[in-house]
């Protein structure tokens, strides 16, 4: 058996760090202007609708899921710093293109939906992360290193609201640098942070990344996609077949968890628009603090996780963070009587519009119209053209709160353990493609949950969108509880260790 020397140790957790660095810009990059997407889409194209924006936020999600098993795949044969440099170099080129989407004279909100679902081809980085992680830490390990890496995921998502939130503090007209047409203001600086950032990773993956392996027992292995030759090492081939009833279901629970999560992230800013009367710039101040704590909450989840794990097992904690976010749904359905406040956006020489009880579901004297004030040019209030409106109760902002809380509870307990007992099922084998695969599943929540929710929200409400979540997460219960004994690592499951 070939010891791990005290440098390889130390080169091995360096590298590690640099993943955990990744994720974490890859993180930021999603999330530093989701809470701004709407009002910048509605400010430099008025054609776009709240039906465009699920789709400028899927974007993202497409770009990464078809790139995901494609780095995975360059992964598994090549030396991981190629496909970790070019995606790199693809978000940062693309959050610059984000930066100038305000130039055209037309079709603005396409050039933003391109801008964003680059961003995400570049995302497609995090199966390289997490398979390079898999590979570079024993069995023992890689809880840990998987719960610190959705961590610093998580403080990714923290942070980028966070940055949004004081990158308000320049306004929506800034300051314009007519040398190079950008303007700089809250929706454009944060991006151009981000592409800093990207290269600032470039750099730090060129000085300090370097490819290690180890077995399930911690001992060190020959890379097989290495750019160096490691003949003192241990190569053992891994023996026996993975269990794929078990991969499957972890990939079908992975994308239960991701669609939930982009649905809750998608709706934030619409949704508190609508029942709270806030505008634009309110809902992304006031929403970015929301999230920020939110992620502070997951943070502190990753850190118990780590201990918690050593005692009950992956696979009921996986099991108790579905129940929690199902409650999280739950709370978030509509309650009481009093009615959101009505935005009537076409209102000529102060008369109400034209109609009747008939025509309404309920009856007209009853409707809080949000009449604007004189120096207000915004509308806020919940629109008249979605009929739901004139029906549906309001949700209170304790619910909204309520329900944020549980979901940041509920969220980073399934993401880690569904990495976690999915690595540990692969077993020792190269996981590139097996973990741009989970990706990709992951991704394609991303895609499917905004364009779900924007749609369903749109046209039927909240009580239909949070009451149809609520059904997926139960299924994926009841998923749960049937592949339940099947996952278990690979060296367990073949008596190499004791779980």
Not at 66 to 81: D, H, K
Not at 167 to 191: D, K, Q
Request: aromatic share 12%; hydrophobic share 45%.
């Amino acid at each position: 058996d070939a010891v791990e020397t005290p440098e390889h140790y130390k080169s091995r957790w360096r590298s590690i760090w640099i993943m955990y660095l990744t994720m974490f810009l890859s993180s930021v990059g999603f999330s530093i202007v989701i809470m701004s997407v709407w009002p910048y889409l509605q400010k430099i194209d008025p054609t776009a609708d709240a039906s465009f924006l699920g789709w400028i936020i899927a974007s993202y999600s497409i770009g990464q899921m078809v790139a995901s098993p494609l780095f995975g795949l360059w992964s598994n044969y090549r030396p991981r710093r190629e496909p970790l440099v070019v995606s790199t170099a693809i978000s940062v080129a693309a959050n610059c293109l984000y930066a100038y989407v305000h130039v055209p004279h037309s079709h603005n909100k396409y050039y933003m939906l391109t801008a964003r679902a680059l961003v995400g081809f570049g995302a497609g980085n995090v199966a390289v992360v997490r398979s390079y992680i898999a590979g570079a830490t024993s069995l023992t390990e890689r809880t840990s290193a998987m719960a610190n890496t959705s961590a610093c995921q998580a403080v990714g998502f923290i942070l980028g609201p966070v940055f949004q939130t004081c990158f308000t503090l320049i306004g929506e007209e800034g300051v314009t640098w007519n040398l190079v047409h950008l303007e700089l203001n809250m929706y454009t600086v944060p991006v151009l942070f981000g592409a800093l950032l990207g290269v600032i990773n470039i750099i730090l993956i060129f000085a300090i990344f370097r490819e290690h392996r180890v077995d399930d027992l911690g001992r060190q292995c020959k890379s097989i996609n290495s750019d160096r030759e490691e003949n003192d090492v241990l190569d053992q081939e891994a023996e026996g077949n993975i269990d794929h009833v078990a991969v499957v279901a972890l990939n079908f629970l992975f994308f239960v968890i991701l669609f939930v999560f982009a649905v809750f992230e998608t709706i934030a800013t619409p949704l508190t628009m609508d029942m709270y009367s806030w505008t634009r710039k309110e809902a992304v101040f006031y929403n970015g603090i929301i999230l920020s704590v939110v992620g502070i909450e997951s943070v502190i989840v990753f850190m118990v996780v780590k201990m918690l794990s050593k005692r009950t097992g992956e696979r009921a904690i996986l099991h108790g963070g579905l129940l929690i976010v199902l409650v999280g749904f739950f709370i978030l359905l509509p309650w009481g009587k009093k009615l959101p406040n009505i935005q009537w956006q076409e209102i000529k020489n102060n008369s109400i519009p034209r109609t009747t009880p008939t025509e309404t579901l309920m009856p007209f004297w009853s409707l809080q119209a949000t009449w604007l004030p004189s120096n207000q040019t915004e509308p806020v209030g919940c629109p008249v053209t979605q009929s739901w409106c004139r029906n549906t109760p309001l949700i209170y902002l304790a619910q909204y709160l309520s329900s944020d809380v549980l979901i940041g509870l509920g969220y980073p307990v399934c993401n880690v353990m569904s990495y976690t007992l999915y690595s540990k099922i692969l077993g020792p084998k190269p996981q590139g493609v097996y973990m741009g695969w989970l990706t990709a599943s992951g991704s394609g929540a991303r895609i499917l949950g905004p364009v779900f929710v924007s749609q369903v929200y749109t046209h039927l409400g909240p009580r239909w969108a949070f009451s149809l979540i609520c059904g997926v997460v139960v299924l994926s219960l009841l998923v749960l509880e049937i592949v339940y004994k099947r996952l278990i690592a690979f060296s367990v499951r073949y008596g190499r260790m004791q779980e």
